[in-house]
């Protein structure tokens, strides 16, 4: 090995009587995706001599610690800083560290906002109405785009499996309202379908309707008989509740993902 050679003929009477050995070292780091892509990382290197302890070898952090005069800024990370920690114990140990911050600007415009974009689509589906039939291919096309671009995200994310992304989390919450809307979308249908002869609109979807038209400000809720209402309508009232439920939970988790991620 070169660095062995390097060793061997190394000259502790060099340099002034202190010695220097080069080496170049490549070493690995854990890393916790919990905040990705706002997530701030520290990598420890411990130096120490095996074998050896404080009383044979003596490590000394240096005046300057890690220097960085010939540092290269990288396109995904900055450095935010660095610490020595000169560890007392038996064996001589010396722990550099390096606090690295991950450059989000990427991310946020390729893949945050293009998914809460995506995202607030799911509430559109309640916007559509029953007659136009295409509210159930609608839900289905936002749910698919869901799904792939999932795996485009999944595909970005760092591989993990000790800690969890909370965009993966959020993305996860969000295919669950995007199923949400295709399951209640097929059932408005159902209901949308049905024959008032046959099938009365019972107290229970007349309260829902004419709560509808309370919070429309429209006054004809309690005006309308029975017999004049609709499947339809009971439908459209439906989707007046639906659509503000599932507007506020889309925002609702929107916010909570930046919040936690950003001033965390």
């Known amino acids: 090995m070169a660095w062995y050679d390097d060793f061997l003929k190394w000259n502790p009477t060099d340099y002034g009587g202190l010695g220097r050995l080069l080496l170049i070292l490549e070493a690995t780091c854990d890393v916790d995706i919990t905040y990705f892509p706002f997530d701030t990382q520290e990598c ?36 935010v800083n660095t610490t020595v920690d000169e560890v007392k114990g038996v064996d001589a140990m010396v722990i550099f560290k390096k606090k690295l911050k991950r450059k989000s600007i ?17 509430v559109l589906t309640f916007v559509l109405p029953v007659s136009s039939g295409e509210r159930a291919s ?16 999944a595909s970005e994310i760092p591989k993990n499996s000790n800690t969890i992304s909370i965009v993966s989390v959020y993305m996860t919450a969000m295919l669950a ?55 339809t309508d009971v439908v459209s009232a439906l ?20 919040v936690v991620a950003v001033k965390r």
């Open 44 to 79: 420890p290197l411990k130096f120490s001599a095996w074998s050896y302890t404080i009383d044979e070898v003596i490590m000394i952090e240096g005046e300057k610690g890690i220097i960085t005069e010939e540092f290269e800024e990288n396109s995904r990370w900055s450095l």
């Open 106 to 122: 990427f991310y946020v415009f390729n893949i945050l906002i293009p998914m809460v974009l995506l995202s607030f689509l799911n």
């Open 138 to 153: 609608y839900a289905v096309t936002v749910f698919l785009s869901l799904a792939v671009f999932l795996t485009i995200v």
């Open 177 to 231: 309202l995007s199923i949400a809307t295709v399951m209640a979308s097929l059932l408005e249908l159902r209901l949308a379908s049905r024959d008032k002869d046959k099938d009365s609109i019972c107290s229970r979807y007349m309260g829902i309707y004419r709560l509808a038209r309370i919070c429309e400000c429209r006054r004809d809720g309690k005006s309308r008989s029975a017999t004049e209402i609709g499947w």
């Open 239 to 258: 989707d007046y509740f639906l659509f503000w439920l599932f507007i506020g939970l889309t925002f609702v988790a929107t916010v909570v993902l930046f």
